[in-house]
């Protein structure tokens, strides 16, 4: 199996399991992640994911570019084709109210940065890259990087990436906004679990209707978007975590959240 999948504690790991070929992302590949999204989106709980690659050299160099060639598939072929969530099912999915981490074990270019970009939290490695380097290669970052990038940094700075292919640090990235956290690669695996450990504190229903809201209503006013009677929201609002937390508040004790 090319993608190790895990729950435990309430938290999915799903790690892709290509180290020889950079953990690029093949159509099997593609096909058992987005079996992993659907299935995490019909399950109460997984209150947290984290998506990591194989290694410590590259979190995933996106596409496989070997199986491409086979396959002969043009550019418009390609971008013609139906493709939930972009890139890995997660580049620019709309469906998935867990919170995803990325822990960022290394390299991250392509469709691997279009992950990314996907993620909620960004959690990675000193030495990691990352890049949008498809241009460079005559292809296009057809599964989200292009509209992603310049919604997520500051303009100039997802330009200058866009236009050049060039990769950049974790800690440049971070100077732009887009990573949560740079730690040495022996620290990576802590501050993913004191993220992890931050997210679990919270309601998984709240958390679910924040994520809900802010990824359906960006493009509305702010008047407009808090009226929105989305799933998530109402099933926050109408569940039964405010009355556990109001009184685990007043017995000074941890809430046991309900699935």
């Known amino acids: 199996m090319t993608v190790h999948y895990e729950i435990v504690e309430h938290v999915a790991q799903v790690t892709i399991d290509r180290p020889e070929l950079l953990n690029a992302v093949d159509q099997a590949t593609e096909d058992e992640m987005q079996r992993i999204w659907r299935e995490i989106e019909g399950r109460s709980d997984i209150w947290c994911i984290v998506l990591t690659g194989s290694g410590e050299r590259c979190f995933s160099s996106g596409a496989d570019v070997q199986e491409a060639v086979k396959i002969g598939r043009s ?4 971008w013609s084709m139906e493709r939930e969530g972009g890139f890995g099912g997660i580049a620019t999915r709309l469906t998935l ?29 000193d030495h990691a890259k990352f890049g949008l380097t498809e241009p460079r290669l005559g292809f296009l970052p057809l599964d989200g990087g292009m509209v992603m990038l310049p919604r997520l940094i500051p303009a100039k700075h997802a330009m200058g990436m866009l236009m050049t292919g060039r990769r950049v640090t974790a800690d440049e990235l971070a100077g732009f906004g887009l990573i949560n956290e740079v730690v ?18 919270c309601s998984p229903r709240s958390i679910r209707a924040i994520k809900q809201v802010v990824r359906n209503t960006s493009h509305l006013a702010p008047h407009d978007a808090m009226g929105q009677r989305l799933p998530a929201l109402m099933d926050s609002l109408n569940g039964p975590d405010s009355d556990e937390g109001s009184r685990a508040f007043v017995e000074k004790r941890t809430p ?3 699935e």
């Open 75 to 78: 550019g418009l072929e390609y």
């Open 97 to 125: 109210n867990v919170p995803v981490i990325a822990r960022v074990n290394g390299g991250a270019y392509g469709g691997g940065f279009e992950m990314v970009l996907g993620a909620d939290i960004v959690v990675a490695a």
């Open 184 to 201: 040495p690669m022996a620290e990576l695996d802590d501050a993913v679990t004191r993220w992890v450990d931050q997210i679990k504190l």
């Open 256 to 258: 046991n959240w309900p």
